[in-house]
């Protein structure tokens, strides 16, 4: 065996070590579990819990897991967005350093305002375009400025507190 | 493979082959041991989380009924008594609490620290309270670490002989109760409230703990002082339910609240054996206490300035914080200032029960969204009001105060007087209940200004009397009836809901 081989072999076996023990931890975190849309797999980390029993009890819970509301619905979004959320989660949560209680921010708040109006798109684009029936007296004027739909509805997903 | 000992008859391979087994081998090994040790370490950081997760409890020692020892508790509760024993920081609030102020000791008194002087800050107080003992010492509020020494050291121990009474809530005195009852908690409370408080405060050693809010086999809320059980049946009992029971019929959230409610209310000694009464029979607002101890014809003193018949409030935040908004919400006491904490994966509540304006992240932002600056400001608005009303109030008070005393001076038979210092008496109550109410108006805010504006019209009305005008006792007006809101009849459907 020669000099090359040899530290070919001793590289093949750390690659392998790495590529073994990556494969262990990615079974033992459940890794895979994130490929799926079961919203247990969100509370893998104890950091969700709170959440996940909130949804539980919450009015959305038969009808939109975490997915449906904080993915968008496109295929590349939805893994794009589990990508990114899910380095940045992993990120914070194994450093330990982020703010509590959590806070929705930036484009995961524009997703989830989405997946509202996606769902409920009768009713928020009638809002929009002045189709409520207004109260006697009164006249409905089209939205000149939108707002939030979890402004007013924040426990329809997971009130915690 | 190549025999080791033969000499190798081939030549060098070509260089493009050893260019990937050198280097380019040695870099590859490198980046596999780093990714590596980097796999390894999260698995580790993986497991300690797992780990964490599971909420492990080791009981190391056994608590019984009667361990009044926070200490040992602390060992099946470590977390809980860590942050329990934080509350012997001093620190203050734009209008509570207080730095810690170093003072000599003197034989009487060995304190070297002690809490501001409410007097020296508003000497108007000494007037407010004359010829009562909270004229001679009255302290900013201190952690509950405290509650114990600063009652045996006060100087209002050195003024009036003080009853055992007082020990309900300020010290752990479930144990006491409990022994000096021979098992009977109501029994022992009434042998202590008869005792010296000297000689009682010699029976406890600790202050509030563990056992006065838990019980110690299941660890559930519990109530342990006889004042809270009976003002509650008393206050049930003006509602219509008969034979309340605190610690059989309350919910657990709105224990969250009793619990601090067992101490933290307006109270009195009843009768010649000092019994502690919370003055709950009528209700729980300002104007309820007030026909309460009109009806029993209580007086906490005779005012040295003016002879009316005045009273002191204590400290009701439990009474003004169910008049606000937070307890309409559901929110409970500890919600706020206890709020949940975050120790590794564990809930646990924060047994440093503080001001929630010194940890307004935990205790406001759980359900406010907005910022730290901006719930600050609101906090701030409603106490600057709150204290410029009571300032207000006080002088008003006092104004009536000292036209009564000159009254006295110039003809102490003028048959006014009787009637004017009637007014004094509840100027000085309803001034009283919100400058001693531990919130300045927070935990009640438009109750807190109503309440103020309320003694500043008793002061005007005391005035009025004293000066022979006749004046109506309240205007006439009543509330209009509540609006109501019809559907829309095209929409049909949907009964007519009241606007609240």
């Known amino acids: 065996m020669t000099k090359g081989q040899r530290i070919a072999a001793a590289a093949a076996v750390l690659i392998g070590t790495a590529a073994g023990l990556g494969a262990f931890t990615f079974v033992y975190a459940k890794g895979y579990s ?30 939109a897991g975490c997915n449906d509301c904080h993915t968008p619905h496109d295929l590349v979004g939805k893994y794009a967005t589990k990508a990114k959320n899910g380095f940045w989660h992993s990120f914070y949560f194994t450093t330990g350093n982020f703010p509590y209680p959590l806070r929705i921010t930036g484009g995961n708040k524009e997703i989830v305002e989405g997946a509202c109006r996606s769902c409920h798109e009768g009713i928020t684009s009638a809002m929009n375009h002045g189709g409520v029936i207004a109260p ?12 939030a739909c979890t402004h007013c509805h924040e426990y329809v997903g997971h009130w915690v507190r | ?42 698995l580790t950081n993986i497991f300690e989380r797992r780990a964490e997760a599971r909420n492990p409890f080791y009981r190391v020692v056994e608590l019984t009924d009667t361990t009044v020892d926070p200490a040992v508790w602390g060992k099946n509760f470590p977390i809980h008594y860590d942050l329990y024993n934080n509350t012997v920081d001093m620190t203050r609030t734009r209008y509570g609490g207080s730095e810690a102020i170093p003072r000599q000791p003197t034989e009487l008194d060995p304190r070297d620290v002690v809490a501001a002087s409410r007097l020296v800050e508003d000497p108007r107080l000494r007037e407010f309270w004359a010829g009562y003992a909270f004229a001679e010492d009255f302290r900013e509020e201190r952690g509950h670490a405290y509650m114990f020494i600063d009652q045996v050291f006060t100087e209002r121990q050195q003024v009036v002989q003080q009853p055992g009474t007082c020990l309900h809530c300020h010290a752990s005195v479930y144990t006491v109760y409990m022994k000096a009852g021979d098992g009977d908690l109501i029994a022992g409370f009434d042998r202590v409230n008869r005792m010296k408080y000297q000689d009682a405060a010699a029976l406890a050693q600790h202050p509030v703990s563990c056992i006065d809010c838990h019980n110690p086999a299941t660890m559930e809320l519990r109530i342990t002082r006889p004042g809270f059980m009976e003002g509650m049946r008393a206050l049930k009992a003006s509602q219509g339910v008969d034979g309340y029971d605190v610690n059989r019929d309350a919910t657990r959230a709105e224990m969250r609240t009793y619990v601090c409610g067992q101490c933290h209310v307006e109270y009195y000694f009843k009768g010649p054996e000092k019994r502690l009464t919370y003055p709950w029979a009528k209700g729980l607002t300002v104007d309820s206490i007030m026909a309460y101890y009109d009806e029993v014809g209580f007086r906490d003193w005779t005012h040295a300035v003016s002879g009316a018949p005045t009273l002191k ?20 006491c500890a919600d706020c200032h206890m709020p949940y904490l ?5 809930k646990v509540s924060d047994h440093w029960v503080r001001s929630p304006m010194l940890n307004v992240n935990n205790a406001c932002q759980t359900c406010h969204k907005q910022s730290e600056d901006e719930l600050q400001a609101r906090v701030s608005n409603i106490q600057d009001r709150t204290y410029e009303m009571r300032n207000i109030a006080i002088d008003a008070t006092l104004d009536l105060t000292r036209a009564i005393g000159a009254a006295v001076r110039a003809d102490s038979t003028n048959p006014r007087i ?25 935990h009640a805010d438009q109750e807190s200004v109503r309440i103020l504006g309320n003694a500043v019209n008793f002061a005007r009305l005391g005035m009025a009397t004293l000066y022979g005008a006749r004046v109506p006792d309240r205007p006439a007006l009543v509330p209009p009836p509540p609006q109501t809101v019809t559907p829309h009849p095209e929409r049909g459907g949907g009964a007519t809901r009241e606007r609240r």
């Open chain 2, 418 to 442: 009787a009637a004017a210092r009637q007014y004094q008496r509840k100027a000085q109550f309803y001034t009283d209940f919100v400058e001693a109410e531990n919130s300045m108006g927070f």
């Open chain 2, 313 to 332: 409030a204590q400290h009701p935040e439990f009474e003004m914080f169910s008049q606000g908004i937070h307890a309409r919400s559901g929110v409970a």
């Open chain 2, 342 to 346: 975050r120790v590794g994966a564990m």
């Open chain 1, 136 to 147: 006697p007296g009164m006249e409905v004027q089209p939205a000149r400025e939108e707002i």
């Open chain 1, 34 to 63: 994130y490929l799926t849309t079961d919203p247990a797999a969100c509370a893998n980390c104890h950091i969700m819990d709170e959440h996940y029993s909130a949804w539980l009890k919450s009015s959305h819970r038969n009808v």
């Open chain 2, 1 to 42: 493979m190549a025999e080791p000992h033969a000499p190798d008859p081939r030549p060098e391979p070509p260089a493009r082959r050893r260019r990937f087994t050198g280097p380019w081998l040695i870099a590859a090994a490198v980046a596999a041991g780093l990714v590596t040790l980097g796999v390894a370490a999260l």
